[in-house]
């Protein structure tokens, strides 16, 4: 099945310096991945959309500037939270969906990343 | 006010027994339904995916029934394991693609 990886699972940091947290999708590609936070005993929260080669498309509330998104490629999204402050400590997880066929449609399957644990100090 | 609510918030269950989780959504257009499981610290994993047209859909011991018209759902678990111990998310999707999540059902399987 569709593998969708993130690194690194965990990561402590100091208040004050950026954490870049990467999504890959392994054996497939896609134009859109999304980013989510998740606080103990909460649903996901959705932070973004990831689009690739554009601007990431962000929820309402999320800073884009404390939260940038680069979307390089079509396996591959990058999340970085910087001047990462105690409050940012959370779960961090990336979805996407599989583009496939001749049309390249997405095929609405949707697979989550195992999560990033971020822990600032 | 959410738009997926579900219940019971978290119980308890003895191994080999059965439970019932319920998810109730307002979401509208409906595009499908989803039901995920998350175990502590992980992302979460597919267990089913349903249009409006089914009623039902199995994978294992893990069973799902939708009904469009009332909004609701459930997710049956057979003969739980203590494996079972998660949190089971139900997404829908709406028709501009949009997901709306539960905050989960947190399951504990004892033995």
């Known amino acids: 099945g569709a593998v969708v990886s993130q690194h690194p699972s965990w990561v402590i940091c100091k208040s004050g310096t950026s954490v870049k947290i990467e999504c890959r999708s392994l054996?497939?590609?896609?134009?859109?991945m999304f980013w989510y936070r998740q606080f103990p005993k909460q649903s996901l929260m959705l932070m973004a959309t990831?689009?690739?080669?554009?601007?990431?498309?962000?929820e309402q509330g999320v800073e884009k500037d404390k939260f940038l998104i680069n979307h390089a490629s079509l396996t591959l999204s990058t999340l970085t939270v910087t001047s990462a402050h105690p409050e940012d400590s959370s779960f961090y997880i990336c979805?996407?969906?599989?583009?496939?066929?001749?049309?390249?449609?997405?095929?609405?399957?949707?697979?989550f990343g195992e999560g990033s644990r971020l822990t600032v100090l | 006010k959410n738009q997926v609510e579900q219940s019971p918030q978290s119980l308890i269950i003895l191994e080999g027994k059965n439970c019932t989780l319920q998810?109730?959504?307002?979401?509208?257009?409906?595009?499908?339904l989803r039901w995920y499981k998350q175990d502590t610290g992980r992302g979460p994993v597919s267990l089913t995916i349903?249009?409006?047209?089914?009623n039902t859909k199995s994978n294992g011991r893990y069973t799902a029934t939708l009904d469009a018209d009332t909004k609701q759902s459930s997710l049956h678990i057979t003969a739980s394991q203590l494996s079972d111990s998660a949190s089971y998310i139900c997404?829908?999707?709406?028709?501009?693609?949009?997901?709306?999540f539960g905050k989960g059902n947190q399951v504990v399987v004892i033995p």
């Open positions: 997404v829908v999707k709406r028709g501009n693609n949009r997901l709306a």
């Open positions: 979805s996407a969906s599989p583009m496939r066929g001749i049309g390249k449609r997405d095929t609405g399957e949707l697979f």
């Open positions: 054996d497939f590609q896609a134009t859109t």
């Open positions: 990831s689009n690739e080669g554009s601007k990431a498309t962000y």
């Open positions: 349903m249009t409006f047209s089914e």
């Open positions: 998810c109730n959504y307002t979401v509208s257009p409906f595009s499908n």
